[in-house]
Structures are given as structure tokens and as C-alpha cells.
């Protein structure tokens, strides 16, 4: 039967996940771990006998995400319910870095070589999308920088807020794939509270390595 009743707690440095089945003899289990909502991820525990596992927490700024598949022989059951980490949320006005998305489709990691950043996304397609928790310290007008790149130049992307398209930036050659350029936006309303910021790429051939949002 498929496990039933997922939770998932923090405390003293770890992840503990619990769960209900097993009531047939054999039954084993496997836990998968994904950092990404809607994929299955990688197997992290394989054959677990009890309906308990541990894990350690995710980097800072991420979230795992958890479900679980029962076995009894060859037999596998549905997979369960997910389960997830505490979400990152970040303040505006402040700055939040490409890799800290809360979920991505599509786009590919890759070390960034900018002045101030670790790692950028790339890889881009039409439709690609990075989505990001914030909080909106106070409602008012803000400017929305973005530090991109692009050796060819690209149609660049489109921003949302709560799935409100609020702005979009076509990009110009910045000389190169790691020699990145800040684009600015037009002042956008913005309302106080937690708020979702999606990035959504309309062009291909482009670089992003963090967004800002200043008053």
C-alpha cells in the first residue's frame, strides 16, 4: 500500500521524516529526495525496514523536497505524498541570488564567472521558469535590477509577481556568456507581504546570476 501520513520535522540539526504503512511482512521502504517540487529526485534510502528516516538539512537558501515508495518483493507501491523543508523567503528590498529558487523548470546550473556571484542559470528556453519566495517589506515603487549576461544578445525574459506579468527585459550583448551587465527596470508596484517572483525566460542564450529590488 502506498505510505501514508509523511511528516516531516526539524529539529537539533536534523531532518526526521516518519510515516504510516508496512503492515505486510516484507515491506521495505526507499525515500527520494528531490530539491525541486514535481520531480522524483535521487534515491537517498533504499530497503529501510522502519517507517523512519533521518537526513541531514539542506544548504542554506534551499529546500528538500521528500516522498516515499513501499516494497514488498518485486511489488512497488504508489509513491506518497510530498513532503518538504522550510521554504527560503528572502526581504525586499534586498538582493536574492539565481540558484536560490524555490522551484525551477528547466535551465541548468553552472559556476558563475561575475565579479560577486558563485553560480549562475543558463541553458535557457522559451517557457523555462525560476520561482522565488520573498517578502515585501513595505508597499510602494521599486526599481528591479537584474545581473545577466549574454555573448549573442537575447530576448531576454519576463517577470511576475503573484502570476502578474510587472516586467520584461530584452538583453543586449554584454560581450560575452560570463561578462554580465545589470538591466533595470521602470518603478513597479509592489505590495507589502510574502509575495512570489517568477522568472520566466522568453528568449534562449542568456545567463542570470541574481535580482535586486531597491525603493
Not at 525515500?31 to 517507517?51: I, N, T
Amino acid at each position: 500500500a502506498r505510505p501514508g501520513k509523511l511528516a516531516l520535522g526539524e529539529e537539533a540539526g536534523r531532518v526526521v521524516l516518519t510515516w504510516e504503512g508496512g503492515t505486510r511482512p516484507g515491506t521495505r521502504f526507499d525515500v527520494h529526495r528531490s530539491e525541486q517540487p514535481g520531480l522524483p529526485g535521487v534515491r537517498v534510502a533504499f530497503d529501510l525496514d522502519a517507517a523512519r528516516y533521518e537526513d541531514t538539512p539542506p544548504p542554506a537558501g534551499r529546500a528538500y523536497y521528500y516522498s516515499v515508495v513501499a516494497r514488498v518483493g518485486s511489488a512497488t507501491s504508489p509513491r506518497s505524498e510530498v513532503v518538504h523543508t522550510t521554504l527560503p523567503t528572502y526581504a525586499l528590498p534586498g538582493r536574492v541570488e539565481a540558484e536560490a529558487f524555490t522551484a525551477k523548470n528547466g535551465a541548468v546550473l553552472e559556476d558563475s564567472g561575475d565579479e560577486d556571484g558563485t553560480q549562475n542559470l543558463g541553458y535557457f528556453e522559451p517557457g523555462h521558469t525560476l520561482d522565488y519566495l520573498v517578502r515585501v517589506e513595505g508597499s510602494g515603487a521599486y526599481t528591479l535590477d537584474y545581473r545577466v549576461a549574454s555573448l549573442t544578445g537575447s530576448a531576454g525574459f519576463e517577470v511576475l509577481v503573484d502570476g502578474r506579468v510587472v516586467d520584461r527585459q530584452a538583453i543586449p550583448p554584454t560581450g560575452g556568456w560570463q561578462t554580465y551587465s545589470t538591466l533595470s527596470s521602470a518603478p513597479i508596484q509592489l505590495e507589502a507581504g510574502a509575495r512570489r517572483v517568477t522568472v520566466r525566460s522568453i528568449g534562449v542564450e542568456w545567463n542570470f546570476n541574481w535580482f535586486a529590488a531597491r525603493r
